[in-house]
């Protein structure tokens, strides 16, 4: 089966599935985050292994479940939680390096832990958004998912189409200039359209819509750059291959890891 195929297939299938999952919410929706959060922090190990690091992977698969669990079970006691099993596993980690004897435990610890916190500690913040969704009726979690793709679908049309000057290259030498403006541009029609139709269920006001826009067209795709700065550094052009065609979920889930906790404080401070 050749490769446009593969593409083809997961994109037939994945949106809906994500969709779905996304509409059933509760466990569902936490169990579907958990098993992103784990597969893509698996891949940012693997892709650091590429480098001759050595991360503690289990040490960070571990406090993704711990993660997932205090994002789905929130009270206003979780920032304590969080923090103290995030120091419980800095801890065990720094333990773990001092006397494994490894190679490069320095660069072993950060990422063991940096890839704690940068991928199941923010991209986790989706369960509470869609938490927040059940309690308040509302559709933040669709509102994100749809406007970071739009935002993508956008961003690659008007760069492949008018884009020439590069914005970015030494982390990503495809995005221009164009194509990031019309993301933006088009992650703050989508959010206009949304509000104005009453699909979020909230009113929005413009400075609200604006903010959303923002996170959505400039912070995702500061994501996406992110993401891309790892894998150049290490050499590969995708996180992983499981997705076929596609990659892997990290190169799925980029842009969200930025986004998703950018909005889950919005909703904490508007709402």
Partial sequence: MSIKSN????STLGIPGILLFVWLGGIWFAFFMLAVMVLALFEY???AKLKEIQPIVWIGLLASFF???FYYYPTRIVPIYMFSIIVAFIMIALFIELFS???????NFNITIGGI???PLLVGTLIGIRNFDTANATHFTFALFISI????SAAYIGGKKFGKKKIYPSASPNKTVVGSVAGLIFSFITYIVMDKIGFIKFDLDITQITILSVISGIFGQTGDFVESLFKRDAGVKDSGALLL???GVLDRFDSLIIASPL??????IYF
Avoid: M
């Fill in 263 to 268: 909005v889950y404080i919005f909703l904490n």
């Fill in 45 to 47: 190990y693997q892709i």
């Fill in 67 to 69: 993660i997932a669990y």
């Fill in 7 to 10: 593409r083809s297939i997961v």
């Fill in 101 to 107: 004897k490894k190679p490069n435990p320095t660069e």
């Fill in 117 to 119: 916190l940068y991928i």
């Fill in 245 to 247: 065609g596609h990659g």
């Fill in 149 to 152: 793709w739009i935002c993508d």
